[in-house]
Nanobody, 116 residues
Framework: VQLQASGGGLVQAGGSLRLSCAAS????????IGWFRQAPGKEREGVAC????????DYAGFVKGRFTISSDNAKNTVFLQMNSLKPEDTAVYYC??????????WGQGTQVTVSS
């Protein structure tokens, strides 16, 4: 089982980044894929998630209208399009896959840094 997160980087406030989470080793359609983030000195928090089999999405209030989560089921990949980035969005972003059977997988993080 592998979740490979990528796409992080350094961007100025107001800019955009697109994160990718490529999954392998499990049945993609059975899972909810989520993006989480952790800033220095803070707890990990949920950002957005998508139910792969029906496309239902959910967002944390602080990213609504700015971030969009989507999936390419043919490529077993979930994306997080992040627009209008703010310095407070600076964090390590992780993707997670979980299902009703209690399976729970984490990928390595990708650093997002937003300069003011």
């Amino acid at each position: 089982v592998q979740l490979q997160a990528s796409g992080g980087g350094l961007v100025q406030a107001g800019g955009s980044l697109r994160l990718s989470c490529a999954a392998s080793g499990f049945t993609f359609d059975d899972y909810v894929i989520g993006w989480f983030r952790q800033a220095p000195g803070k707890e990990r928090e949920g950002v957005a998630c998508i139910s792969v089999n029906n496309g239902h999405t959910d967002y944390a209030g602080f990213v609504k209208g700015r971030f969009t989560i989507s999936s390419d089921n043919a490529k077993n990949t979930v994306f997080l399009q992040m627009n209008s980035l703010k310095p407070e969005d600076t964090a390590v972003y992780y993707c997670n896959a979980a299902n009703w059977r209690g399976h729970d997988y984490w990928g390595q993080g990708t650093q997002v840094t937003v300069s003011s």
